[in-house]
């Protein structure tokens, strides 16, 4: 049973077009990450959020817009999806409240924008 | 601004031996730090972690060290195993938390048979 589940796993669009990412987990955390892991492998932050709210947004382009219907789920919509959207995209959750926190990651969404 | 930084892309070390990842930061309210394991096509997981109150700690063949004057920390995998063969990402993230984890860009450990 996958504690943190994403879909899909991988996602093949053309430029211009909108899709979405969807991430669930069944680990009763309150708090769920997107990453994003650009070319030069880095992970990025790029949205966390507690309980429903959201606690960081870092400098992601508005394009990109998380939702949480529930603390069980984040999903990532992007809009307009351009060429250097392309990466693979990482849902997290941890149960710390944000201190000290390990993370339990999805399998990843690899992202590719033609 | 590479807060955390893995400067060795990659190790190859033989099966049995020790290997020996590094990782540097900058920032000085990074006060835990945690080193995940990547297998292709997963995500990360999680290995092992220190706080900044304590200079080691040890779980089974995995050892992690941190030296808080150098801003350096290492995990130390003894002995090898070719299992042991993943990208190793360094993490830290600072005593007022705020929910944020920084990563490093990881290092390529190849265990040979």
């Known amino acids: 049973d996958t504690a943190v589940s994403q879909t899909p796993k991988y996602l093949v669009t053309q430029m211009g077009n909108d899709k979405s990412i969807k991430c669930e987990q069944n680990l009763g955390h309150d708090t769920m990450y997107w990453y994003k892991q650009d070319s030069k492998k880095f992970l990025k932050i790029m949205f966390s959020y507690n309980n429903k709210e959201l606690i960081i947004n870092e400098t992601v382009p508005n394009r990109f817009s998380p939702k949480s219907p529930d603390k069980a789920h984040l999903n990532l919509h992007i809009n307009s999806l351009e060429l250097g959207d392309s990466a693979v995209y990482f849902c997290?959750?941890?149960?710390?409240?944000?201190?000290?926190?390990?993370?339990?990651f999805g399998s990843g969404t690899q992202l590719s924008v033609l | 601004d590479q807060q955390v930084k893995q400067n060795s892309p990659s190790l190859s070390v033989q099966e049995g031996r020790i290997s020996i990842l590094n990782c540097d930061y900058t920032?000085?309210?990074?006060?835990?730090f945690l080193w995940y394991k990547k297998y292709p096509a997963e995500g990360p997981t999680f290995l092992i972690s220190i706080s900044s109150i304590k200079d080691k700690n040890e779980d089974g063949r995995f050892t992690v060290f941190l030296n808080k004057s150098a801003k350096h920390l290492s995990l130390h995998i003894v002995p090898s195993q070719p299992g042991d063969s993943a990208v190793y990402f360094c993490a830290a993230s600072p005593y007022t938390g705020g929910f944020k984890t920084i990563f490093g860009a990881g290092t390529r450990l190849f265990v040979k048979a």
């Open positions: 997290a959750s941890s149960g710390e409240q944000g201190l000290n926190e390990k993370l339990f």
């Open positions: 920032n000085s309210m990074f006060d835990y």
